[in-house]
């Protein structure tokens, strides 16, 4: 099979999205005077649902992200509240699909956590977590909501294991342990029944979540994969990642085949992550650059060459990361088909940015808003407001131990460097020094009650 090689310039055909141009909000309109984390990890670091923008923030000691409800734009105070449980850095945040006020995270410290948010946003600072997750061994880098169930959530760690946790019991139901180094991505197709991820072995893989059989492998020696994107329901991936030749490099490939890819093609020479982002309703496909500021966009066929170049957005402001607005939260009245918030670091600025179809007509254009899963298929015509009728409840729950596929997660990890050898030994010693205080307690109270019993054997009232 031959790989072709795509051309990088416009090819010219008859699109309704050809001319789609991105927006920059007024400034009174970004959110402005945040701390963005300066963390290196390759994530967005931002989460967007129609209420609320979440934003993992620099501090000091533990890890914490701020919630702000999407009306308030402007400048944010410095004092303003954070959700602040976790020890270490955070290095991810998700919303439930389901339950708008719901968002999960993970971090160095190893756990997940999910949170409640309280209707308008936060008073005051929140370390109290309706759930916390404790089953991977090393930090936790991602997490991702299943899209058609809900209360299931996906967790990737740097013991190279996918946990996959039923909230309603607050327990993981499955570990899947194919990957050999760290897992960079996950993506879910359409309905959930498939998951894709990218890894530092170089390999994709297509996994059925139910089972954790690996259905497709490809390694990937020439096109080195970083993020991985399902194609909505055209059973195609699409990866990005780096060439033999250190340029920037985008990969079609069939789901049921990953032999080799349909298409290669070379972006630039650039050395940031390129993040792919997917819009099933328009059949868009927008890729933007870490640590420069210019979003292309293209629109995907069914036949070849299957990729058609539409545009790009360019800005002078390097993004760290974007968060995307779900489909119910765009403005249909201005025809806006995506709306990226675009994370400058240098200027701790958050930025929305909407892609708009330029039309003339003010009525509902049906033929740029098909009925779209949001996650249940909904029509956008009314504009439409999500009213979750799901109320999150956490279950009832003590630490123990957390046992998947007949081994104890929380025990049975050996340490993987001096460091951690160094923190066990010393977790030891403490249990050690903590049983030791107990037996010599346990020893007095002993020594009493046999002094006790003695005394009562020789009291008058028993001669």
């Known amino acids: 099979m031959t790989v072709t090689k795509m051309s990088w310039r416009p090819q010219y055909r008859s699109s309704k999205f050809r001319n789609v141009y991105g927006k920059v909000a007024n400034r009174e309109h970004c959110f402005d005077g945040i701390p963005i984390t300066k963390n290196v990890h390759d994530n967005h670091f931002c989460a967007v649902n129609a209420r609320f923008l979440a934003i993992v923030t620099e501090s000091a000691g533990g890890g914490s992200f701020l919630v702000i409800p999407l009306e308030q734009t402007g400048r944010i105070e410095p004092n303003y509240p954070k959700v602040c449980g976790h020890q270490g850095n955070v290095l991810d945040i998700k919303w439930n699909p389901f339950i708008e006020n719901i968002i999960a995270s993970c971090s160095e410290d190893t756990s997940v956590r999910i949170w409640e948010i309280p209707e308008g946003g936060l008073k005051r600072n929140m370390t109290e977590a309706v759930l916390e997750l404790y089953g991977h061994s090393r930090r936790v880098g991602l997490v991702e909501w299943h899209p058609t169930t809900n209360n299931i959530l996906f967790s990737a760690g740097y013991d190279y294991k996918v946990l996959i946790w039923n909230l309603d019991i607050g327990e993981p139901v499955k570990m899947i342990d194919c990957h050999t180094d760290v897992i960079l991505c996950m993506s879910f197709n359409g309905d959930g029944s498939l998951l894709a991820t990218s890894c530092k072995d170089k390999r994709l893989r297509v996994v059925e979540p139910r089972s954790g059989r690996v259905l497709q492998e490809a390694s990937c020696k020439n096109h080195r994969v970083n993020r991985v994107v399902f194609l909505g329901s055209t059973k195609r991936l699409l990866t990005t990642g780096v060439s033999r030749w250190n340029t920037r490099q985008i990969a079609l490939w069939d789901q049921e085949d990953l032999s080799m890819p349909l298409i290669e093609e070379e972006i630039d020479g650039l050395s940031g992550l390129l993040f792919p982002f997917y819009d099933a309703d328009t059949h868009m496909l927008y890729l933007a650059g870490k640590g420069d500021g210019n979003i292309r966009y293209y629109e995907i066929g069914s036949e070849k060459p299957y990729l058609s170049y539409l545009m790009e957005f360019r800005s002078p402001a390097p993004q760290k990361g974007l968060g995307v607005m779900p489909k119910h939260g765009l403005d249909v009245s201005a025809c806006e088909v995506f709306r990226f918030y675009k994370l400058v670091t240098l200027k701790g600025l958050i930025e929305p940015i ?11 254009q049906e033929d740029i808003y098909p009925m779209t899963p949001d996650p249940i298929l909904m029509s956008l015509k009314e504009g439409y407001k999500k009213t979750s009728k799901i109320v999150f409840k956490a279950p009832a729950r003590e630490k123990k131990s957390v046992v998947v596929n007949g081994i104890d997660l929380l025990e049975n990890v050996p340490p993987r460097t001096e460091n951690e050898l160094l923190r066990m030994f010393f977790r030891q010693q403490d249990e ?14 002993i020594r009493q009650l046999q002094l006790e019993l003695k005394n009562l054997r020789n009291s008058p009232k028993n001669n």
């Open 354 to 364: 909407s892609m708009i179809v330029p039309r003339r007509s003010e009525t509902y």
């Open 432 to 445: 050690i020094r903590r049983l030791k205080d107990e037996l010599s307690q346990k020893d007095i109270r």
